[in-house]
């Protein structure tokens, strides 16, 4: 895909699944996050409970540490490119967030990915399924 | 004839059209078109300011891409998450 190089935050259409029930939504590119984080409204619009789940976590933020809890997505899927049972991290960005989550190593380690900004490319190299 | 109706029989504009019309809001759209994995073109389902609003009325859709109309960042800021 195209990548700006003047962009002030490099961003990817990610599609998230429950089921066959989608949302596709625009994430941060985020190799410093180590797991895909979504807020809570959209997880819970696609029928996740992250109030009952089993598993949370610390998380160390820019603004201190907090506890959230922690899912497996049933499907994530960026470029074409899927990943099953992606653990995620359920927690709110700042509202005024022009993005819907961050996507980290969670996800990411999966892949090969080259951030050509020279010559304005991000790709994705790695198995097509899992 | 709600939002949802008309979006259900209503044209089909490309995205950029689309983020274009509504600057500042919330989309949700109903996907018609994908290339190289992102969509280019759908159906507008509803806008709004506020993003959960959007995500609320939208509920009952089996799929939908949902973006912010501007920019990833607003000019004077940057991120650090």
């Known amino acids: 895909m195209k990548l700006d190089p003047r962009a002030s935050l490099i961003t990817v259409e990610v599609e998230i699944f429950k089921g066959t029930k989608s949302r596709i939504v625009r994430m941060a590119l985020d190799t410093g996050a180590t797991y895909v984080m979504v807020p809570w409204h959209v997880v819970e619009a696609l029928g996740y409970a992250p109030a009952k789940a089993r598993r949370s976590i610390s998380i160390t933020t820019a603004s201190g540490t907090e506890i959230a809890p922690m899912l497996r997505l049933d499907k994530v899927t960026v470029l074409g490119n899927s990943v099953g049972k992606a653990p995620t991290i359920c927690h709110d960005l700042p509202p005024q967030s022009p993005v819907n989550g961050l996507l980290g190593l969670s996800f990411l380690k999966w892949f090969d990915i080259d951030l050509h900004f020279l010559k304005h490319r991000l790709e994705f190299k790695g198995p097509s399924k899992r | ?81």
């Open chain 2, 1 to 81: 004839m709600s939002a949802e109706i008309a979006a259900r029989t209503g044209a089909v504009s490309t995205i950029e059209e689309l983020i274009e019309h509504y600057p500042d809001e919330w989309l949700a759209i109903a996907v018609t078109a994908e290339a190289g994995g992102r969509p280019t073109s759908g159906r507008l389902v509803c806008h709004a300011k506020d993003p959960e609003e959007v995500w609320r009325r939208t509920r009952n859709w089996k799929r939908l891409y949902i973006v912010y109309a501007g920019p990833p960042l607003k000019k004077g800021y940057a991120a650090a998450f």
